[in-house]
């Protein structure tokens, strides 16, 4: 078996068109699931009681359905209701963040509970308003104990991005399978393909398994 | 638009017999996957050192790609790597163990190496072998921490089963999406498609919530 | 140097020039000690000058870097199975008392006799049953450590160990983990014991327990021991400055 790698070279372009996207879409999605999470969290947490079944609902149900079935969802058959087309990318970008935001709700809800009830109690004794002692006494403290959470969803994001192929979104993914299928050569591209996304994701695991001894210690506050 | 949803009722026959599929592919991967992640996490933990470096190495693979990725590199690469021609169930159902056991082995020493270094001392001190100490002081004490992450974990891998769809397994989101191609009814099959994995995926989540609750460590 | 009591009696842990490192720090740099059977031999000195460590290195808990522990006459083994067996001879109370928190007392105290002497369950009971009474607690076998104050998780502790029937108890700073009301219950097992003719060592901070029940002190410092003797001349009249200097740090007025 001898292994030509020059289909990598030869393809350069094509692989590195969908290494950017893969780098476009994760990001993208990762900053609008945290701001549609935080909302949602904050809706749940501070907003009118009605809402919060409705919240409940939401998260468990994208804990309930798979990530491909929202894409292609997205893709197929939203437009079919609201009666807009939209190219594959920003399906897979609100598939992705509408699946994604569900997590970081409940992420949120669950650093904001881990401050203890008695911080609030303070800091309205002081005279804060409820809004003042989340901003500035509960946030804070809950942030800290978000983060190796957030890191572990961020791996979660990248890896989800690669689902996006199923729906012709051209990242890595996509491009990979392509070329693996016109050039007849699936161990160097997938190869090459694997080494990417190791490069990209180790980083970030070592660091959240580094963020998570960090935030051991501090249990509830 | 003129909606028919008596598509899915149809091909209910079908959709039952994918759903089968599904279950029985979670169920089928764990078999594998739980035995033979304490295996791997033995190894991390307590092989001589270059085992323990191969284990080390598989579990942080498998942790940093893509699940997708791993299906279509079973299903294209690993039939030229080792000359069997497997199924695609059976190709599936190996990434999808490969994965997983990745996943558990991680939990399984994860767990482990939470347990107090004092109670291993402690049943060594009174003359346990290694192995007895773990068998019945800290599997015993660990596995209040590992059954949650099991738990999420077998939710996890019920839906991570759809994404063998792309090798045309025959489970849920492949029949379903084929059938959606056959009558040209998207809105109905897709809609369909999840409701069928939100009504089996919904108890699942709330039971992971229970065992978590249930199982809560207050040190 | 005042006499040793029971000098005469078989030595029963013999340690020469003990060298333990731990990285760059070195914990023990050459520890020569003798302990006779039925000897209550105490190791004082300041916290991280040793002692604990020489006791995890006893029973092999932690594996010495140079010089040699000889137990009953042999050389301590590394190989795992022999070095099993001596500690079945050997009963450790740890600082932070280690009860296995998913068994009960009584099934703590059994589970040594159980697994490793491999006792069928009744006859494994029925020896904890009897351990737990002689500790002062017959009637919290059914308890779970949860339910146990400090005191009595330590008396458990004490019973697990003695359930081995080992020939020595190594005690590793038994009370310092206690509130100060339950000391004294604590302490009055361990002097039982001592009074029954079992030999122990133990590492303490309770100078009280040293002085009177030990039968010979040693004084550690930065790894090495700095003054050993009976109780009488290390704490009414101490040969070295570093042994005036600890006790003196510690308040301790005779």
Same mark, same amino acid.
Do not use: C, W
């Given at each position: 078996m001898d292994f030509d790698f020059t289909v990598i070279t030869s393809h350069a372009r094509f692989l590195g068109s969908g290494i950017v996207v893969t780098l476009l879409l994760s990001i993208l999605s990762g900053l609008s699931s945290l701001a549609v999470g935080f909302v949602v969290a904050l809706a749940r947490l501070? @907003?009118?009681? @009605?809402l919060k079944p409705l919240v409940v609902l939401y998260i468990d149900s994208m804990r309930a359905i798979p990530v491909l079935v929202v894409l292609v969802w997205t893709f197929f058959a939203l437009p079919i209701v609201t009666g807009i087309t939209m190219p594959p990318f920003w399906a897979a970008l609100i598939g992705l963040t509408v699946h994604l935001a569900a997590y970081v709700a409940e992420i949120v809800r669950s650093g904001v509970e881990s401050v203890r009830p008695g911080q609030t109690r303070a800091a309205m004794a002081l005279g804060m308003s409820r809004a003042q002692a989340v901003r500035r006494i509960v946030m804070p403290q809950a942030l800290v104990r978000m983060l190796p959470a957030f890191g572990s969803l961020l791996s979660i994001t990248i890896k989800d991005t690669a689902i996006a192929s199923v729906i012709a979104v051209g990242e890595l993914m996509r491009q990979s399978e392509t070329l693996a299928g016109q050039s007849f050569q699936p161990i160097e591209v997938f190869s090459f393909a694997m080494l990417v996304y190791f490069l990209m994701l180790f980083p970030v695991t070592r660091g959240v398994d580094a963020l998570y001894r960090r935030v051991a210690h501090l249990g509830r506050s | 638009m003129t909606l028919d949803w008596g598509v899915v009722w149809q091909h209910r026959d079908a959709l039952v017999r994918a759903t089968g599929t599904t279950i029985l592919l979670t169920i089928a991967t764990m078999v594998i996957a739980l035995p033979c992640g304490i295996i791997v996490a033995m190894l991390r933990l307590y092989a001589w050192k270059p085992i323990r470096a191969l284990a080390t190495a598989y579990v942080e693979l498998f942790r940093n790609l893509p699940l997708i990725l791993v299906v279509f590199w079973a299903f294209y690469v690993l039939p030229i790597l080792t000359g069997l021609g497997l199924s695609p169930l059976a190709t599936g159902l190996t990434a999808l163990a490969l994965n997983v056991t990745a996943y558990n082995a991680e939990t399984f020493r994860a767990g482990i190496n939470s347990i107090r270094r004092g109670q291993l001392d402690a049943a060594m001190a009174l003359g346990m072998s290694r192995a007895q100490a773990l068998r019945r002081i800290i599997l015993p004490q660990a596995s209040r921490r590992i059954l949650p992450v099991l738990a999420s974990t077998w939710v996890s891998l019920f839906k991570d089963t759809?994404? =063998?769809?792309?090798?045309? =397994?025959?489970e849920l989101a492949y029949v379903a999406m084929q059938i959606r191609a056959q009558t040209f009814r998207v809105l109905e099959m897709l809609t369909a498609m999840a409701a069928i994995y939100w009504l089996l995926g919904y108890p699942q989540a709330k039971l992971v919530d229970w065992i978590q609750r249930r199982f809560a460590v207050t040190e | 140097m005042m006499s040793r009591? &029971?000098? /005469?009696?078989?030595?029963i842990i013999r340690y020469q020039g003990v060298i333990k490192r731990f990285g760059d720090f070195v914990a023990l740099s050459g520890v020569d000690l003798d302990v006779h059977t039925g000897e209550v031999v105490c190791l004082i000195g300041p916290? $991280?000058?040793g002692k604990s460590t020489l006791l995890r290195c006893t029973n092999g808990l932690e594996a010495i870097d140079g010089g040699a522990i000889e137990f009953e006459g042999t050389s301590l083994p590394r190989d795992p199975r022999p070095l099993r067996a001596i500690r079945q001879k050997m009963g450790m109370v740890f600082q932070s008392f280690?009860?296995? *928190?998913?068994?009960t007392a009584l099934e703590n105290v059994a589970e040594g006799p159980r697994t490793?002497?491999?006792?069928d369950r009744d006859a494994a009971q029925a020896r904890a049953s009897a351990m737990l009474a002689k500790v $002062?607690? /017959? !009637? &919290? $076998?059914?308890?779970? *450590?949860? /339910?146990?104050?400090g005191g009595q998780q330590q008396r458990v502790a004490i019973a697990r160990a003695l359930a081995m029937e080992p020939d020595v108890m190594l005690f590793d700073? *038994?009370?310092?983990?206690? !509130?100060p009301e339950t000391i004294g219950e604590v302490l009055n097992v361990m002097k039982a014991l001592a009074e029954e003719g079992m030999t122990m060592v133990v590492v303490t901070h309770e100078m009280t327990f040293a002085r009177r029940v030990g039968d010979w002190v040693a004084v550690f410092d930065a790894g090495r021991i700095v003054e050993e003797g009976p109780p009488q001349q290390i704490f009414? /009249? *101490?040969?070295?400055e570093r042994t005036r200097d600890f006790l003196s740090h510690l308040g301790w007025s005779g």
């Open positions: 501070y @907003g009118p009681r @009605g | 759809s994404l =063998v769809s792309v090798m045309a =397994v025959t | 009591h &029971k000098s /005469a009696q078989p030595r916290s $991280g000058s280690e009860l296995f *928190p998913h068994l490793v002497l491999g006792i $002062g607690l /017959a !009637d &919290k $076998g059914a308890n779970y *450590p949860s /339910a146990l104050s700073e *038994p009370t310092s983990a206690l !509130d009414e /009249a *101490p040969l070295t």
